[in-house]
Every structure is written in C-alpha cells, then in structure tokens.
C-alpha cells in the first residue's frame, strides 16, 4: 500500500514537472518566433506608404517584359539592403533576358531568374542571394507590391527546436496581383485582422493578406497594374516547385530612375 502511494506521488510529481516544461518550451518558441519571424504592429505610428501616389524625385524601377511594361517605386528607407541588392544588379545589367518562372493563379508572378526553372546558375554570386530579410510595419502584400524572394533560413539548434532563425533573401523577385476577395473572405479579412485600417487596404486593393511579413517589400507598383496582372495569369506547367509558364516570358531589362510627376 505504501510503495503503490509512493508511485502515485512520483507519477504526480513527473506530470507537473513535464506541464512545467511543456509550458516553457511554448512559450520560448513563441518568443522566438515573435523575434525572428515577424514585426510587431504599432497602430499609432503604422503608415500604408503603398497606398500613396510617388512623389517627385522618388526611386523608381521601369521593368520591360514581353508583356509590356510596368514601374513601381522603390522603398530604401524601409528596406535597404533589399534595395540596395536590386539596383545595384538592375543597373549591372543582370535582369536583361531573364525569365519569368512562376505564374501563380492570377495571384502572382515571380521573375529574375537565368534559368528557365527558375533555379540559380552554377557560379553564381552566393552573397546576392544571402541578404538578411528585412520586414517593416509600413510595407504589405497588396496588390502591385514587389516583394524579392526567400532563399533561404539560417537556423540554430535551438531555432529547429523553438522556432524562428534568420531568413535570407536574393535577387529573384515576386509581383503581387491578388487572391480573390469574395464577401465572405472580407468577412474572415477583417475578423482576423489586427489593424481595421489594415484590412481594409487590403479588403479595397486586393493582394495576398498570407504573404504579409513573410516576404521582403521593396516597391509598390503605380503604373502598369494590367501588365503585373498578365504576368500573374499565364498558361502554365508545373515542375514541381513553381508553376513554369508555357511560354517563354522575359524580362527585357530593368531600368532605375527617378520619379518626375507629369507636368
């Protein structure tokens, strides 16, 4: 009777203590996750830059594809490195002749790659693709947003345990066109959103709500809006990992400039 008391002691005391550390370890990955995967949002000092109109002297890029032409504005105060790896590789020359390599659904497009595959080519420069992610409270997923793509996660062993890690991206870039946005979608949009004005932006302008602070924003597209959706909605093939278009879509070049309002 006394050892089956004693055992019932120890069972209890071993389950308290695996509560205890299960309780701990969530709330390390939580805390993890908050640190390394996403920002937190100040709805006091929050400003939808996007949904403004350039302004004269702003840094803008003019892609040329085979679709025809679009131009966003860039955002190097919030985004730096990100920029400052797009230019600097749109004023070498390397997007000319590049290809567009995903065609998502009408939501979106992906292009600046060599290869048809949208792969990188052997020799490549390895530090264009390792730019630190950098996210930002004012920069979202809505539609005409330039977002450049993830190459890669940088992970300790206690990030592959608890979560988060430092996420890389390169020279290959995303256009944003959009999901669908039924009433009912609207509806779980601005029930799931943390920011009323946020929902509505997105509710209003269309783009992609589950890519927010999961991709670098570099620009926000003002002209071109048909050409980004063409992209984004091309006859496709699947090769496993992107949606591959039929036909060969190209990236004639990228030219960066300044913005000069029309007179």
């Not at 805390?31 to 390394?36: A, L, R």
């Not at 002209?223 to 990236?251: C, F, H, R």
Request: with cysteine.
């Amino acid at each position: 009777m006394k050892k089956n008391k004693s055992m019932a002691k120890f069972f209890i005391i071993l389950a308290i203590v695996f509560a205890l550390a299960t309780v701990f370890l969530l709330y390390a990955r939580t805390q993890q996750e908050t640190n390394n995967s996403f920002v937190e949002l100040n709805p006091d000092t929050m400003k939808l830059i996007q949904l403004e109109p350039p302004k004269e002297g702003d840094t803008i890029a003019i892609v040329d594809t085979t679709l025809g032409e679009f131009r966003f504005v860039l955002y190097p105060e919030q985004s730096p490195n990100a920029v400052r790896n797009f230019t600097e590789l749109a004023e070498m020359g390397y997007y000319d002749g590049t290809y567009v390599f995903n065609s998502d659904s009408g939501a979106y497009s992906a292009a600046g790659s060599k290869l048809k595959n949208g792969e990188m080519p052997k020799g490549y420069d390895v530090d264009r693709e390792l730019v630190e992610r950098e996210l930002h409270q004012d920069l979202w997923p809505f539609r005409g947003a330039v977002c450049v793509m993830n190459t890669t996660v940088e992970r300790s062993f206690k990030e592959k345990l608890f979560g988060g890690g430092k996420y890389y991206n390169g020279s290959r870039f995303a256009v944003i066109n959009s999901i669908e946005f039924n009433e009912e979608t609207k509806k779980q949009l601005m029930e799931a959103s943390k920011n009323q004005e946020l929902g509505e932006a997105f509710a209003e302008n269309g783009g992609i709500p589950n890519f927010s602070q999961q991709l670098t924003v570099i620009g926000q597209t003002y002209e071109g809006l048909d050409v980004v959706e063409k992209l984004a909605s091309l006859e496709t093939e699947n090769n496993g990992i992107y949606k591959l278009p039929k036909e060969d879509i190209m990236i004639n070049s990228v030219k960066i400039d300044v913005y000069k309002a029309e007179k």
